[in-house]
């Protein structure tokens, strides 16, 4: 039996050919799944999508807010000539009621027949067919490989080895490499749950950023509220940018207009396999920082953390205001609170120096000083102080990472 990608192949030249007129499938993230010689008319965005194995996202941006996703029926997609985009049949490829991807014919002069139409519906429920035998064939692997991430990141240190050696007798990971993992907060706030619909968008998109990488470099898992990449970390993975730049394609490669704002975190590189689960704390603690701290948004890394590697951990075992400079919650109450918030909080990054602090502020020196008196006068403490100047600065960044902070609420 052929595979489902070759089974794919074969059904797209055969309409190509029967239809005479170019034919592109792309999966239900519009990245190119197949593809048939070029027949006529070709556009910069077909030559893109064949070159760079995926969608421009600005196209994607357009076929989406057209309806794409929910038809059941081919959907003329308008023409978009400043992008080198010419008007398309999108037609469904959908098997069992779930939808698999789009089958993609260029008509740009109208051309295309009601037979053509329904050929075209034909072939795309065969494609559906063919990939969801594909996927009902790779899913008692998928959830062994699931069963063992789960027990990798949570299980005892028994347990941990044990999926170790399942793992790598298995062939799912390559042996003799550490370890990094990415965890991926997607579209939901704080202790929210990912619907249905989102886990499964979320899987797709994790599956596909697993398609670009080598195999055995890579496992997934989507969980109740976030989804977590663990990666082999090796030459390989150094080659193509290192854990921030894979980290931010697989931000950009989301959708961010499902409904709610997406955050990522990755850990540090561990020496060893055994050691995942420490490696998915550090970047779950990383996510939770990108999503509450402007300044590490949207996507963060364990080793840059700072301060907040501590914090975010302190953050969950008490009311946060009990943790706060005692202070702190009268500056926040206040009218103006923002502009003396802002100028306490670059007064401390900037270690008390009161020129850095002024020029960013774009304040003269005076009123600097009368800002920093009127703080003390509020807050009653001492700036002169090391320790009050300690417990501010760290009482104003767990206020961002509790959503205390007024700059917080504001963006």
Known sequence: ??????????????????????????????RLVAYSPTYGNEDEVRRTAILTRETPRAVRDIHFSQGIATASRPVRTAAKPELG?????????RCQGALFGYLWLIDADDSLTDDDRTHAERCAADIGAAMYRRQELEKPRREL????????????????????????????????????AVVVRAWVGPDEELSS?????????????RQALPIRHVLSLVRSDHGVVLLASDPALR??????????????????????????????????????????????IAARVASCVPEHSPVAGWDELGPYRMLAQLAPGAEPEELLHPGLPRLFALQSKESLVATLEAYLDHGCDTKLTAEELFLHRASLYYRLQRIEELTGANLKSGADRLSLHLSLKLAWLVGLHPGRRRS
Do not use: N
């Not at 940018?241 to 990755?266: N, Q």
């Open 145 to 180: 490989e699931q069963r063992l991430v789960e027990a990798l990141l949570e299980g005892e240190a028994s347990e941990r080895e044990e999926a170790v050696h399942e793992l790598l007798a298995g062939d799912m990971l390559l042996p003799g490499t550490g370890v990094a």
């Open 239 to 284: 080659r193509t940018g290192g854990l921030p730049e894979l980290a931010r394609r697989l931000h950009d490669s989301l959708d961010v207009d499902a409904g709610g704002e997406i955050a990522l975190g990755f850990s540090d590189e561990c020496e060893h396999l055994q050691d995942a689960h420490r490696a998915y704390a550090h970047a779950r």
């Open 85 to 93: 985009l010419e008007s398309r049949v999108c037609v469904p490829i």
């Open 1 to 30: 039996m052929t595979s489902g990608d070759d089974e794919v192949q074969v059904l797209v030249e055969e309409l190509s050919a029967e239809l005479g007129r170019s034919v592109l499938v792309d999966d239900a993230s519009l």
């Open 197 to 209: 619909a989102q886990k499964a968008r979320l899987s797709l998109a994790l599956d596909q950023f």
